[in-house]
């Protein structure tokens, strides 16, 4: 592991909007070391950034080495794994195994990746800290939308009674245009596909399982609940008609996918016009209901290549000054 003067070394694991988006914003970066970078056919080692990012666009192999993902994870000696595969909310692979074996190994993590949280936050958070080494998460919840930092760091001081919050961008959207423009769901949910904000499978987005996730996440990091997906009460938007969406408009209301993480659920919820959760398209907004604080409402772009490499870009530069 490198010292405070040297680069801090990282692997992106999963090279896709998000991990593209993380290479291209840590090219900026003069601190920052990249040494491997893996998607699902191999694995680029020292890789030079604008040359792998041009592959990849290009629909090239980025490949150079035989190694695998999990083999740069155990056995090259550097300071991060950035895990951004895909969400997978049945067991969290293969990215669990990827942060288990990392964080086993002494490596600090960084993931957007809901899946090995959802699945195993307890084990993981707790592999963490006996290896002393950093799990951090921020992306997994909001995209660049501050929430989990923002409440472990600045709101230390205060007691979260509860988090509402409009979690899914992709939701977001569908709803604002359905209501807005009197749009027909297929259509918006394939502009949301086409613009990339989807998850790869969307009906984890349109039926609630994303909002669960972060729901869980939520739950178990401020909360000090052990809850899985399981523990969710779920409905999704996937049967919202046009009529439910014009008469809540015609009474002073919009129609928004609400995650309440005091009660694990997620469900089409009423918000009036005015009110600071009413955010539009593929924004996300969250109401923080402290003790002390009073309410505290966030919003930002929940989902997005750069928007999401962001949060990742700040969790890094927190494990980096963690170090010094
Ligand atoms: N598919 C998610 C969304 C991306 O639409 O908000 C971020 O989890």
Redesign the pocket.
């Known amino acids: 592991m490198g010292n405070s003067l040297s680069p801090l070394t990282l692997s992106i694991i999963g090279f896709g909007a998000i991990g593209q988006g993380v290479a291209t914003i840590v090219q900026n970066v003069p601190q920052i070391k990249v040494v491997a970078i893996a998607d699902s056919k191999g694995v680029a080692l020292m890789p030079d950034l604008k040359d792998v990012l041009a592959r990849k666009r290009g629909g090239q192999p980025i490949a150079n080495s035989n190694l695998t993902a999990l083999d740069v994870i155990r056995t090259i000696d550097h300071d991060v794994v950035v895990e951004v595969t895909p ?1 997978n909310i049945h067991g969290g692979e293969p990215g669990l195994t990827h942060v288990r074996e990392a964080l086993k190994n002494k490596r600090n993590v960084v993931t ?1 990746n ?1 899946g090995p949280l959802v699945a195993a936050f307890d084990e993981l958070t707790q592999l963490a800290y006996t290896n002393g080494v950093a799990l951090r998460y921020e992306a ?4 660049a939308m501050p929430i989990v930092n923002l409440i472990r760091d600045t709101l230390a001081g205060a007691r979260v009674l509860d988090i509402r919050g409009v ?7 569908i709803l604002t245009r359905m209501a807005e423009e009197a749009l027909d769901y297929d259509q918006v949910l394939s502009e ?1 596909q086409d613009m990339g ?3 790869a499978d ?1 009906t ?2 349109v039926t609630g399982i ?1 909002t669960a ?2 729901v869980v996440i939520l739950a178990n990091a401020f909360f000090g609940r052990s809850a899985t997906f399981a523990d969710v009460d779920v409905t999704g938007i996937d049967r919202i008609t046009q009529d439910a969406l014009q008469l809540a408009r015609q009474r002073g209301f919009a129609v928004k996918l609400v995650g309440d993480v005091q009660e694990l659920t997620v469900s089409p919820k009423l918000v009036p016009i005015g009110h600071p959760l009413n955010v539009s398209g ?1 924004l ?1 907004a969250a109401s923080i209901l402290t003790d002390t604080a009073g309410e505290i409402t966030v919003a930002g772009k ?2 997005g290549s750069i928007e ?1 490499a962001s949060a990742i870009l700040s969790d890094i530069l927190s494990v980096m000054r963690d170090r010094s």
């Open positions: 969400t957007s809901k997994t919840v909001g995209g979690l899914n961008g992709t939701c977001n959207y949301a904000i989807a998850e969307p984890y987005d994303d996730c972060k593929t996300n929940g989902a999401t």
